[in-house]
């Protein structure tokens, strides 16, 4: 059932997928409708896919890289739907779908891994959940960013062109970039907070040492600098889009990266 | 019976010629009625705007009809046939349909997906209407090249892109601000352009507008046509600090604004995004403004070289466009060809009532002759209610001209009618 539940979600996210790019290459609006629908109808699947799993492992499925990525593709395609419905991005299924589409397919050629006994607790679940969902809103910064980006160079080299049409006002990209950037920051930092109570209660070396964790502090002071320089000096456009992307690039490390390097975050 | 097309448009008259042979709106009735009464037309109708003068007539008269039109447009505007004789141009047939269809989709204006032309034709088909001189011909043919026409606009970009200097000006506010309310203006000097631009940015919503000018009396004098305020030429920074769109054009031969002056400026904004629209020749705008990051600086031949960028487009789009009307013109053709509701009606009941008698027929031997007369009017009645609101269907039309047909030729192939020649 659950097979079911995921192929079908991942099958409706492709046909999405699919229906962004054909819009973005005819500029037809209505392919953008049916990729929206079609990514609602994934997410809908997605979201039973994740519930029903949990109840057959009988745990919160969010512990292994494989769940991990499922619940990061979720949290991308909600931070996809929201960003749609408030602000009607017609390219922004170009930018969100693939990244929602790879990670669903990587779940497939990862083994699911068995929960130590030490990380069954509500506490690590809700670390987790919160984190994830700020890495989720902080893709949604990067891509903000990376559309003021875009077009600012299109109305600075005075050739409008291929985004031009097809993007929002500055000021627009500006809005979604900040509140990403609050809910994103509003999240990692309970999430943090969370992670922190519990390794001082149960891990016994050292947690401070441990490289993701000292990657995530590293991001949420990337973070943290960038909301002070946009909303205490007032700074705007490319310099703080540029910060934006850098702080994603961040995320990404401390996601991936550091499993390299060992510790206790190392998904197994 | 079919139609036939005369007229001039811009291509082919010169302005003051077009403006002799021009009906206007009012003269209409009169002009339809004079193409029935003395010209002996039953169908008529006339195109005017500042581009074109098309008249659609029936060709009953054959190949006399176009001679006529012209007659008739020498005779009503006193113009001497021969002086724009070699001018017009004549459309039968399929040519006469692509023509209609062309003109309604904006593809034959001067500036191609216009959005003017749709409204114009719908106001002369509505003017022949009262006249009386729209029969079948033009009322199948007109209504189906309002069709192509929001066609053409929905499954093209045709009328999507902004053709003029202001309307650029406004896009590309709208691109930094997005919606203009609440955003202030200022207008530095004065002119004809920037003064168009500052009109089409209120327009769209801007809230405020000051004018700063060298002589404070023009300041004064311009400020009040748009109702805004006047600002002191010498305080600059402090007025460019509190807009959001700049206009200049002073006339001036150097750079009045330069990079040092926008990056205070953009400072004491706090990095709000700022809008430069150098309409001066020479400009007086130091180039270098661009440079700055959240400053947009447009001078006048960058505000040309959108419009020229959004006009090819357009042209791109009208072969998208020419593509629909070339199929809308076999398709017509094909309607014109193959339905004519009326006959096809009568074929639908000839054949309903012939398998109610059929029916009978093979079960008939134990009635009596009253019975059997009774039992075939119930048939029959029956027979008629259940058609009935096919046909009111089949009769009514549909704003898709293809739709009806496909409707009719469905019926056609289920009842295994023929075609009703």
């Known amino acids: 059932m659950a097979g079911l539940l995921f192929n079908a979600a991942f099958g409706f996210y492709a046909v999405g997928l699919f229906h962004s790019v054909v819009a973005f290459v005819s500029k037809r609006d209505v392919f953008v409708r049916i990729a929206v629908i079609s990514v609602g109808i994934a ?19 969010l512990t292994g890289l494989r769940e991990g990525l499922a619940i990061f593709a979720w949290v991308v395609s909600l931070c996809f739907l929201i960003a749609y419905s408030r602000y009607r991005i017609k390219v922004l299924g170009i930018f969100f779908l693939p990244l929602v589409a790879a990670m669903m397919l990587s779940t497939v050629f990862i083994k699911a891994s068995p929960i130590p006994d030490i990380l069954r607790s509500s506490w690590v679940y809700l670390h987790t959940s919160l984190m994830f969902l700020a890495y989720g809103m902080f893709f949604g910064t990067f891509i903000a960013g990376l559309f003021y980006l875009l077009q600012e160079r299109e109305l600075k080299s ?11 006002s500055l000021r627009t990209l500006d809005d979604l970039f900040l509140k990403f950037l609050i809910a994103g920051f509003t999240f990692m930092t309970l999430g943090l907070i969370v992670g922190i109570i519990w390794a001082e209660q149960n891990w016994l070396n050292g947690w401070l040492k441990d490289p993701k964790v000292i990657a995530a502090m590293a991001t949420w002071g990337i973070y943290l600098a960038l909301l002070y320089v946009r909303l205490t000096l007032g700074w705007r456009g490319r310099s703080v889009a540029l910060l934006g992307m850098l702080g994603f690039c961040s995320v990404l490390f401390s996601f991936l990266g550091v499993a390299f390097f060992g510790g206790q975050h190392v998904f197994r | 019976m079919e139609l036939t097309l005369v007229g001039l448009n811009h291509k082919t008259a010169p302005i003051d010629l077009r403006e002799e ?13 004079t193409l029935r009464s003395e010209f002996g037309f039953g169908e008529a109708l006339i195109i ?17 009809s176009s001679d006529q039109i012209a007659a008739f447009l020498s005779h009503y505007h006193g113009v001497d046939l021969s002086k ?33 032309i749709l409204g114009q034709l719908k106001q002369a088909y509505s003017a022949a209407q009262d006249a009386g001189t729209i029969g079948k011909l033009l009322s199948r043919l007109i209504p189906h090249a309002f069709y192509v026409a929001k066609r053409v606009r929905r499954e093209t970009q045709i009328g999507n892109s902004c053709v003029s200097v202001s309307s650029v000006a406004v896009e590309l506010a709208r691109k930094i601000f997005g919606e203009l309310e609440g955003q202030e203006i200022l207008l530095l000097g004065a002119g004809k352009m920037s003064e168009l631009a500052a009109r089409s940015l209120m327009k769209a919503g ?23 305020d006047v600002a002191r030429f010498d305080e600059l920074e402090e007025s460019m600090a509190q807009s959001d769109i700049i206009i200049v054009s002073t006339g001036a031969d150097k750079h009045i604004v330069d990079r040092t002056l926008v990056e205070t400026v953009l400072r004491r904004r706090k990095f709000s995004p700022i809008f430069i629209i150098d309409i001066s020749v020479p400009r007086n705008v130091s180039p270098e403004v661009n440079e700055i990051e959240n400053a947009f600086l447009y001078d006048i031949d960058d505000l040309q070289s959108v419009v020229s960028s959004h006009l090819q487009e357009r042209s791109q789009e009208a072969e998208l466009g020419e593509d629909i009307v070339g199929y809308e013109v076999t398709n017509f053709a094909r309607i014109c060809e193959g339905v004519t509701v009326g006959p096809l009606v ?36 029956a027979a008629h209610r259940i058609a009935h609101p096919l046909i009111r269907e089949m009769k009514k039309g549909d704003e898709n001209p293809n739709r009806q047909f496909h409707n009719l030729e469905m019926i056609k192939k289920a009842f295994n009618l023929k075609d009703p020649k």
């Open chain 1, 43 to 61: 997410f809908a699947f997605h979201t039973a896919f994740l519930i029903f799993s949990g109840f057959e492992k009988g745990s919160f499925p």
């Open chain 1, 158 to 168: 005075k050739k409008p062109r291929t985004f031009y049409d097809q993007l929002p």
């Open chain 2, 21 to 33: 042979i021009a009906f206007a709106e009012a003269a209409l009735p009169c002009a339809l009625q």
């Open chain 2, 48 to 64: 005017s705007t500042c581009n074109r003068v098309e008249i659609l007539a029936d060709d009953s008269r054959t190949r006399t």
């Open chain 2, 84 to 116: 724009f004789d070699s001018h017009l141009y004549f459309y039968r047939k399929d040519d006469l349909v692509r023509h209609v269809f062309r003109v309604a989709s904006s593809l034959d204006s001067m500036v191609p997906g216009e959005a003017q």
């Open chain 2, 206 to 228: 801007a809230s405020r507008i000051r004018v700063a000018n060298r002589t404070h009396q023009k300041a004064i004098e311009v400020a009040s046509t748009f109702g805004g």
């Open chain 2, 346 to 381: 009568k074929s639908f009941r000839q054949k309903l009532e012939s398998i109610c008698l059929e029916e009978l027929g093979k079960d008939e031997k134990g009635f009596t002759v009253e019975d059997r007369e009774k039992v075939e009017r119930l048939f029959l009645r």
